[in-house]
Structures are given as C-alpha cells and as structure tokens.
C-alpha cells in the first residue's frame, strides 16, 4: 500500500491540478467571441522584451493571417480544443451560409444532419455499445436539430420581410440564433463537451473503418514502433483531452466530408510573406 507521505503528495498534486483547472475554467471560455484578427498581432506585440526574438516569427505569422482572415474565436486550451473548434465552426458556418436560403448550402446542411443522424448505428459496427454512446449522440443531434429550426424561422421570416421592420426583425432573429449558438457552446460540462466526444467516437470510427487508410501513419511515442488502430483509438481518440494530430485532423474531416483549413503559427521567422 501507498505510504502516507505518497498519499499525502497524490493529494496536494490532485488538489493543485484542480486548482489549476478552475483557474483555467474562470478565465478562458470554452470559445471565445468573435474576435478582430488584429488581436493576434496584438497578443506577440506586447511580449516582454527577452521573449521579443522568439516572438518575431509568431508576429510575422500573425502579419500574414491578417492578409486572409478579418476575425478569429479563441478555444480553451485543454485537449479538447481542435475538436471543439471544429464544433464551434461547423455550426456556425451552417448557421450562417444556410441563412442565405442558397440551395447548395441547404443541400450541404441535410447532407451533414443525415450523416450524423445515421451514424450511431453506424459507430456500433466498430465495438461502441448503443447504450453507452446514446446520449453523447442525441446531444449532437439535438444540436443539429436547434439550428434546423432557428433556420425555418429564418427562413419564414425571410419570405414575409418585405418592409424595413420585417428585415430589421430578421436580423434580430439571425442574431439571436447565433446567442443562442454560443451560449450552448460554451456550457460547462454539457452540449460542447458531449458533442465533442462524440466527435471522437465518429473519428475513432472512421480510422476503424478503413484501416489501411490510417495505419501507415501511426507510430508509438515511446518505443517508435506502430501501434494498431484498436490501441491509438483507445489512446489517443477517445479519451477527452487527447491533442488531435493530422491523421485525426483527416479522419474527422472525411468522416462527415467536410474540407479543413489549418493555419499553423509555429514561431520561425520566413525569407517571405507566407509565414504559416
């Protein structure tokens, strides 16, 4: 059995780990609001001045992103944060592109809805049990369902403003669904949480699918040498607070047949412009 000074040590780790945690939790949302690109600039500008070499690379970066991008959504660094970035887009992306009532992006928004709607039968071919996944799966669902409908009313309202007060009411309603959106994503221990590690079961699910897609892209931290899909699904996807990598990045991405941008600020200075 542990000792007592062993017990004491696991206590005061567990207790500063959970502080931490807290601290973690009662500065950072799980998503920030929209923010203008600008603030990236502004986070390396201001580093102190022995840290200013090292940051010259990451302000050239955030030079060149504001070439492409006007605005960004910080994400709560905690293991979980490119699965939630990839939720947090996904559906503000639908929210907004399908309040256009273009066709394609209507079609794209069934398209994506079916596969998540059909895809719980689909992840228990791959060992999950339906009892056990079931509500993580209708939270996502659910989610989906919530932006269907804040679409219909927008929609309805689109074909009835036809005065200034209608089209200032439907922005209010555009609005208010993307309050509504943000404030369902950033819930503690609930929608985003939920939806997120449903997420990793659709991306464990995908590798599990097609494994000689997968495979040749795994190896092993510690011993370099290749780990099943089984293992890293089991390591690396499922458990909450696991860093995505590349080939997850990729396996979630075709999973649900959606294309994936990313911009990666790594901190070295470049002969030229494109410094990502």
Request: proline residues 3%.
């Amino acid at each position: 059995m542990p000792s007592d000074d062993a017990q004491t040590q696991d206590k005061l780790t567990q207790a500063q780990l959970t502080a931490i945690e807290n601290e973690i939790k009662s500065s950072q949302p799980l998503t920030s609001q929209l923010l203008p690109i600008s603030a990236l600039l502004h986070q390396y500008s201001t580093t102190a001045a022995n840290e200013q070499q090292q940051s010259a690379g990451f302000i050239q970066s955030a030079q060149f992103l504001s070439t492409k991008y006007t605005s960004l959504r910080r994400v709560r660094g905690d293991g979980n944060c490119y699965y939630r970035a990839f939720l947090y887009s996904l559906c503000e992306h639908l929210l907004l592109r399908n309040s256009n009532n273009n066709i394609n992006d209507t079609k794209e928004f069934s398209r994506i809805k079916t596969t998540i709607v059909n895809s719980l039968k689909w992840v228990c071919q791959f060992g999950y049990e339906e009892m056990t996944i079931d509500m993580f799966y209708e939270e996502l669902v659910e989610l989906f369902d919530f932006i269907e409908t804040s679409l219909s009313v927008a929609d309805n309202n689109d074909k009835s403003a036809s005065t200034s007060a209608g089209a200032a009411e439907d922005e209010s309603n555009h609005n208010n669904a993307q309050q509504q959106l943000h404030a369902k994503l950033n819930e503690e221990n609930s929608t985003s949480d939920y939806c997120t590690w449903y997420l990793r079961v659709l991306t464990a699910a995908q590798m599990k699918s097609n494994p000689d897609r997968f495979l040749p892209f795994l190896l092993a931290d510690e011993t370099n040498m290749m780990m099943d899909i089984p293992t890293f699904c089991s390591r690396e996807v499922e458990p909450m607070g696991k860093e995505c990598g590349m080939v997850t990045v990729a396996a979630l991405a075709e999973c649900l047949g959606v294309k994936v941008v990313i911009e990666y600020m790594d901190g070295r200075l470049s002969n030229n412009d494109a410094a990502v």
